[in-house]
């Protein structure tokens, strides 16, 4: 199995390579940046923005990004969105989880969710539970373009590949929230679907569709 996933990456990675070296790109001017994004998101509100370092920000690439803390009811969250207006050989999106155990946090349990939104198609996101030392927090994270929400990495990177063909765009987005889960996997599950559901109409203004 895990040849096989090395061999799909290899050539989603070869068909990028050559769509970007003969297909020109369509700019995305139409997007808010997200230095805009309400302090205020259903009813949890901004604690102010969390600084990246220079290192972290060269391996990221990201052409737009925030890293903010929200609050309701006293449980803290943070939401950290990376925008790529084009995606080439060496700036494209990576999962999360290639950079979380650097920082010492180390994955506990893995797998799929789905988050559902009023009026509109479920968010399919991946949900980890990390811990470093005694914390314990709950990661959601999923791949965004276009419209459609994307929990799978190859997924991502054959729509990646797809749009480059159809609509000469690769500009794509990494959405990624965190909450403590001190008192388990469901209930912070809860809280972090509590706010995806609040955030995903909101995201239309800075991700293009």
Known sequence: ?????????????????????????????????????????????????????DDSLKILKADDYVNRLYVKDNVGLDLFVAYYATQ??????????????????????????????????PIDANRVTIQKGLDKELVLYWYQSHGRTIASEYASKAYLVFDSIRQHRSDAAL???????????????????????????????????
């Open 1 to 53: 199995m895990t040849a096989r996933l090395a061999v799909l990456s290899g050539l989603l990675i070869a068909g990028v390579a050559v769509i970007h070296g003969s297909v020109p790109e369509r700019p995305q001017t139409n997007r808010v940046p997200f230095a805009k994004l309400p302090a205020a998101i259903g009813m949890w509100q901004s604690q102010g923005d969390l600084t990246i370092d």
């Open 88 to 121: 080439r050989q060496g700036d494209t999106m990576h999962s999360p989880m290639n950079c979380l155990p650097a920082s010492g946090w180390q994955p506990m349990s893995s797998g799929r969710v789905q988050v559902p939104i009023a009026g509109g198609a």
């Open 175 to 209: 959405v990624r929230v965190i909450t403590p889960a001190a008192a388990g996997e469901a209930a912070a599950t809860l809280v972090a679907a509590d706010f995806v559901r609040s955030l995903r109409p909101m995201l239309a203004a800075h991700i293009p569709d």
